[in-house]
């Protein structure tokens, strides 16, 4: 029992001592090793709540009730947004932890479908980094609850962020008035860009068809 003991603590005294030698290499593995384990934690949230998205807009879909996708959430599903055959749900409130999640809805801006221009914005990195493969014709689809609807890609601009005006419906070089249904999308510029909030948006205008 004794020798046992002893080849047990012999065996950790000799394991810290190579821990000690390589501490850097062993520090290196335990960072690497955290930083892996964060990304899939944040990979299997993002899958997860994008499933909790959806069931939550078909619920939506079959009742008069706005349902949200986890019970702490301050948000929901308004819409279905089809950009080259690629479905994204589009969340109320452009918040940051919301688009976390999913594009969002500007509030102040009419809900998507309806009469005048309503601004969705989402992040260039995940659900909107196929508006740089938009081009002017392309098409748009727009499920609500209560229909579904095309819009025809007509500009597309790099902006300042604080160039708020483009998201008004009446700007310069766009022909259609304030009755009808338009859509801006607005995301961070450039696209492949590692630095965190840059100073210019990339924004794409539809017009309902």
Known sequence: MYALTYKKKSGILKLLSLVSKHKWITLSLLLGFYQFSGGLYIFAKAELAQYLIADAWHKNLQSDEQHKPWPWADTHPVAELIIKDKSWYVLAGASGRNLAFAP???????????????????HRDTQFNSLKRLQKGDLIEVKTKHKRQQFKVTMLRIVLDSQLEYMQSNINNDTFDDDQSSLTLVTCYPFDSVLPNPTHRYMVRAIAL
């Open 104 to 122: 969002t809805h500007v509030s102040s801006t009419p809900q998507p479908g309806e009469s005048g221009n309503s601004v969705i914005v989402g």
